[in-house]
């Protein structure tokens, strides 16, 4: 299933920086005819708005709250790719006095950002046999002990996006789970990483595996190193029928 980015109307939430910006950027460059940038703080798209003029179009949207994502699925009818790239990354371990209310913090955004989206898209996506693009990580393979809580809200969203692709690939929309390691974005620094990809290297990832039809995308040289270690399960386990 392949998804070509040209003419084609996408959305991407978190648009306003790091990952989430390249990606607006990538698509524009690829021929996009027009972006949402679904984002908390409308202000906040002023640069790309001034730069891209009418080919991007900023709704105010939270994936934290069903509504809002329920809204925003109602004025960006049209879409044909949807890119889920919203999410937070704090540095947290398993042992702490507030470990709970962080867990479930980055749940409520990373893992359950994701439901809302892909619910509330689902009919737009199948009737128009677009794509759901999912940000996961490296770290939905592999537990990062000083991003713990993270680490984990980022398995289960990866595991809901094996779920959306037996349940949505069936009829017609590709996805696409996308696994960068450390990025050099805010949420990156923060996070502890002084060094990694370019956001647009993930970007740019993005693009070519959509038309080439992958499931995975492990885009720079850190997450590729995990690729390999990973393939053979990925083949054999998590893209394969054990029904047959």
């Known amino acids: 299933m392949s998804t070509t980015i040209e003419n084609k109307v996408a959305l991407v939430t ?7 910006k390249a990606i607006v950027e990538s698509f524009i460059n690829h021929g996009a005819k027009k972006v949402y940038l679904a984002v908390r703080d409308t202000n906040s798209t002023k640069e790309l708005e001034d730069k891209y003029g009418d080919k991007v179009v900023t709704i105010k949207a939270d994936v934290s709250n069903t509504q809002s994502i329920q809204d925003l699925a109602q004025k960006a009818n049209d879409v044909d790719v949807v890119v889920n790239n919203a999410g937070i990354g704090e ?5 702490g ?11 409520e955004v990373n893992a359950f950002g994701l439901l809302r989206v892909a619910n509330a898209f689902a009919k737009t996506l199948e009737n128009k046999k677009g794509a759901l693009v999912q940000l996961n990580s490296i770290a939905s393979i592999k537990n990062f002990p000083q991003l713990s809580t993270y680490s984990a809200s980022k398995a289960a ?6 779920g959306l692709r037996a349940d949505l690939g069936t ?21 502890g990483f002084e060094e990694g990809a370019a956001a647009s290297e993930i970007s740019e990832g993005i693009v070519t595996a959509l038309a080439a039809g992958d499931f ?8 590729k190193q995990f690729e390999g270690a990973y393939q053979g399960f990925a083949e054999n386990i998590v893209l394969a029928d054990l029904n047959e």
């Open 97 to 107: 006095v507030d470990v709970e209310k962080d867990f479930t913090k980055q749940l």
């Open 14 to 20: 978190g648009a306003n920086r790091g990952i989430g």
């Open 216 to 223: 995975h995308l492990f885009p720079d040289a850190m997450a």
């Open 171 to 191: 009829k017609g929309v590709h996805i696409l789970s996308v696994h960068p390691g450390p990025v050099m974005t805010d949420m990156g620094k923060a996070a």
């Open 91 to 95: 540095s947290y371990g398993t042992i």
């Open 157 to 162: 969203s990866y595991s809901l996006t094996q």
